[in-house]
């Protein structure tokens, strides 16, 4: 990584790739030339100093979420980019134990009872719990059996497919579930 919203214009064409980062929209490749910013945000000013000149050794999807991990360095010196892509998506430089240093937004999840800050840890065991758990789908009979399975799993996760008053009989995933299993 050369720089955060700088072009190296000193590249030859063909080595020279732009990672195109935006919150909540998109992640790609591109060889267009984008405008430089006069006065870049302080967030980019944050990445500048942390990963300017870093290598990026892997990117991999966060769970089953549109979360993406982008690490950036190795082992005690690594931080990871994380980039979440959906609404209200944030970017977050963390570093190797996924401490967040730095942050587009600051906010808090209620639904997840989660606060995304400055020195906060970033949930990526909750995240990557989730996938994993999917592996054991292969063991699982009957449709039943399947959504049986999934059900504490996603209650467990405290997303916004789980109900947050008592009064409810069945969490929106029961539901969900039984209406997309049996088609």
């Keep these: 990584m050369v720089s ?3 072009i190296k214009n000193h590249t030859k064409s063909d080595d020279k790739a732009i990672l195109l980062l935006e919150s909540g929209s998109r992640l790609h490749i591109t060889d267009f030339d984008w405008p430089k910013n006069i006065m870049p945000s302080g967030f980019s000013m944050k990445l500048r100093k942390h990963i300017r000149n ?8 966060v769970g089953a979420d549109r979360v993406v991990d982008i690490q950036i360095g190795y082992e005690s010196s690594a931080y990871h980019l994380i980039v979440e892509l959906y609404d209200r998506g944030n970017m977050l430089l963390t570093d190797d134990s996924f401490t967040i240093l730095h942050l587009l937004r600051p906010r808090t999840d209620k ?8 020195h906060e840890k970033y949930p990526i065991t909750s995240c990557r719990q989730i996938l994993e758990c999917f592996r054991e789908l292969k063991d699982q009979k009957s449709l039943k059996d399947i959504e049986n399975f999934l059900t504490p799993l996603f209650q467990s996760s405290k997303g916004p497919w789980t109900s947050n008053t008592k009064t409810c009989d069945d969490p929106p995933i029961n539901k969900t579930l039984s209406l997309e299993l049996r088609k």
């Design 4 to 6: 955060v919203s700088e």
């Design 54 to 61: 870093k290598k990026i050794v892997d990117i991999s999807q």
């Design 111 to 118: 639904n997840q009872n989660i606060r995304f800050a400055a």
